[in-house]
C-alpha cells in the first residue's frame, strides 16, 4: 500500500512540475558520450545549422537524425526513460531577434566557441545558449552607429536587469569594480560624453569642490580614477591653473645664497618635486635655474 501512494505522489509531483522540467527529467541524452565516444560532430545530428538563418528555426535533431545511427526504435530507451510516452525536446521559442547561424558556422569558428562546455554536458538540462560577453569577444564595433540592432530588434528593451530605479546614482560604484561589464555596450568616451550633458546638478563636483577637492582625492583616490584614471590629469590642471602646493608660498621656499627649503626638500624627496617638475621637460627641471657650470 505505502508503495503505490509513494508512485502516486511521485506521479503528482511529476504531473506539478512545468513542462520543460518534466522533459528533462524524462529524456536523457549525453553529449559527451556522442562527442567523445562515438565521434559524432554537431552537424551530424544539427543538420539545420549550417544553413539557419533565423533564431527562430528549429535546429534540434528530429528523430530521423536519430536513426542515421541507431537502427530501430528498439534503442529509444537510450535516451527516453518511457519510451510509451516519450516527449520531444522542447524547441527554443525566444532567442534573440537575428541571428545567422550560416554566417558563424566556418573552419575557423567552432560551435563551443558560442555553445560553452556543450560537449562536455551529460544531460538534457541547461540550453547552453551564449550570453552577451561571448558576443563581445568577436563584436566590438561600439562605435558604428545602431550596432547593438545587427542582432536586436529596434522596438526591443536592451536595458541590462542590474540597470535599476537607483541605476543613476549607483552606477559608478558597479563601473569601477566592473568595468569589463560595461564595455560590452560602452565606449570609453561613454562616461565623459554623459557626465558632460548631465552634470548640471552639481553631484559628483559640489561648488565647492574646486576648493577641497585636494583633500577628497587623497581620502578617495579610487572614487577619482572611476573617471580620471591618469594621475597625470591631476598635473596637467594645476599647470594650467597655475596651482602650487603650499610651501612654495613660504617666505624662505627659494634662498639664492641658501637655496631654501626647496633645497632641502629636493635633496630629501626629489621624486616628489618631478611629480610637477619633469614632465614632459627636455631637461631637469633643477638645471633650468641652476645650469651647470
Given at each position: 500500500?505505502?508503495?503505490?501512494?509513494?508512485?502516486?505522489?511521485?506521479?503528482?509531483?511529476?504531473?506539478?512540475?512545468?513542462?520543460?522540467?518534466?522533459?528533462?527529467?524524462?529524456?536523457?541524452?549525453?553529449?559527451?558520450?556522442?562527442?567523445?565516444?562515438?565521434?559524432?560532430?554537431?552537424?551530424?545530428?544539427?543538420?539545420?545549422?549550417?544553413?539557419?538563418?533565423?533564431?527562430?528555426?528549429?535546429?534540434?535533431?528530429?528523430?530521423?537524425?536519430?536513426?542515421?545511427?541507431?537502427?530501430?526504435?528498439?534503442?529509444?530507451?537510450?535516451?527516453?526513460?518511457?519510451?510509451d510516452?516519450?516527449?520531444?525536446?522542447?524547441?527554443?521559442?525566444?532567442?534573440?531577434?537575428?541571428?545567422?547561424?550560416?554566417?558563424?558556422v566556418?573552419?575557423?569558428?567552432?560551435?563551443?566557441?558560442?555553445?560553452?562546455?556543450?560537449?562536455?554536458?551529460?544531460?538534457?538540462?541547461?540550453d547552453?545558449?551564449?550570453?552577451?560577453?561571448?558576443?563581445?569577444?568577436?563584436?566590438?564595433?561600439?562605435?558604428k552607429?545602431?550596432?547593438?540592432?545587427?542582432?536586436?530588434?529596434?522596438?526591443?528593451?536592451?536595458?541590462?536587469?542590474?540597470?535599476?530605479?537607483?541605476?543613476?546614482?549607483?552606477?559608478?560604484?558597479?563601473?569601477?569594480?566592473?568595468?569589463?561589464?560595461?564595455k560590452?555596450?560602452?565606449?570609453?568616451?561613454s562616461?565623459?560624453?554623459?557626465?558632460?550633458?548631465?552634470?548640471?546638478?552639481?553631484?559628483?563636483?559640489?561648488?565647492?569642490?574646486?576648493?577641497?577637492?585636494?583633500?577628497?582625492?587623497?581620502?578617495?583616490?579610487?572614487?577619482?580614477?572611476?573617471?580620471?584614471?591618469?594621475?597625470?590629469?591631476?598635473?596637467?590642471?594645476?599647470?594650467?591653473?597655475?596651482?602650487?602646493?603650499?610651501?612654495?608660498?613660504s617666505?624662505?621656499?627659494?634662498?639664492?645664497?641658501?637655496?631654501?627649503?626647496?633645497?632641502?626638500?629636493?635633496?630629501?624627496?626629489?621624486?616628489?618635486?618631478?611629480?610637477?617638475?619633469?614632465?614632459?621637460?627636455?631637461?631637469?627641471?633643477?638645471?633650468?635655474?641652476?645650469?651647470?657650470?
Amino acid at each position: 500500500m505505502k508503495k503505490y501512494m509513494l508512485l502516486s505522489i511521485l506521479a503528482l509531483f511529476i504531473l506539478s512540475l512545468p513542462v520543460a522540467q518534466a522533459q528533462t527529467m524524462e529524456l536523457k541524452f549525453s553529449h559527451k558520450l556522442h562527442s567523445e565516444s562515438v565521434g559524432a560532430g554537431c552537424s551530424d545530428c544539427h543538420e539545420a545549422a549550417a544553413s539557419s538563418t533565423s533564431p527562430a528555426d528549429d535546429m534540434l535533431p528530429a528523430k530521423e537524425s536519430c536513426f542515421n545511427c541507431h537502427d530501430s526504435e528498439a534503442e529509444c530507451s537510450l535516451c527516453h526513460s518511457d519510451v510509451d510516452n516519450a516527449v520531444a525536446m522542447q524547441r527554443v521559442q525566444t532567442y534573440i531577434a537575428k541571428f545567422p547561424h550560416a554566417k558563424h558556422v566556418s573552419d575557423k569558428m567552432t560551435c563551443e566557441k558560442c555553445h560553452e562546455g556543450i560537449a562536455l554536458s551529460e544531460t538534457v538540462q541547461g540550453d547552453h545558449l551564449p550570453k552577451m560577453p561571448v558576443c563581445s569577444d568577436c563584436h566590438t564595433d561600439l562605435e558604428k552607429p545602431a550596432y547593438c540592432y545587427d542582432c536586436h530588434n529596434k522596438g526591443e528593451s536592451l536595458t541590462p536587469a542590474d540597470h535599476r530605479l537607483d541605476w543613476a546614482r549607483a552606477h559608478g560604484v558597479q563601473q569601477h569594480n566592473h568595468q569589463q561589464a560595461c564595455k560590452m555596450c560602452h565606449t570609453d568616451n561613454s562616461c565623459i560624453t554623459c557626465h558632460k550633458k548631465g552634470n548640471l546638478d552639481r553631484k559628483a563636483h559640489p561648488l565647492n569642490f574646486i576648493n577641497n577637492h585636494g583633500i577628497l582625492a587623497r581620502g578617495n583616490k579610487e572614487q577619482c580614477r572611476t573617471c580620471h584614471e591618469d594621475e597625470n590629469y591631476c598635473v596637467s590642471c594645476h599647470r594650467e591653473q597655475m596651482v602650487m602646493p603650499r610651501t612654495h608660498d613660504s617666505a624662505g621656499w627659494s634662498n639664492p645664497r641658501t637655496g631654501g627649503t626647496h633645497a632641502r626638500a629636493a635633496r630629501a624627496d626629489l621624486d616628489d618635486c618631478l611629480v610637477c617638475h619633469g614632465q614632459d621637460q627636455a631637461e631637469p627641471i633643477c638645471a633650468q635655474c641652476h645650469p651647470a657650470k
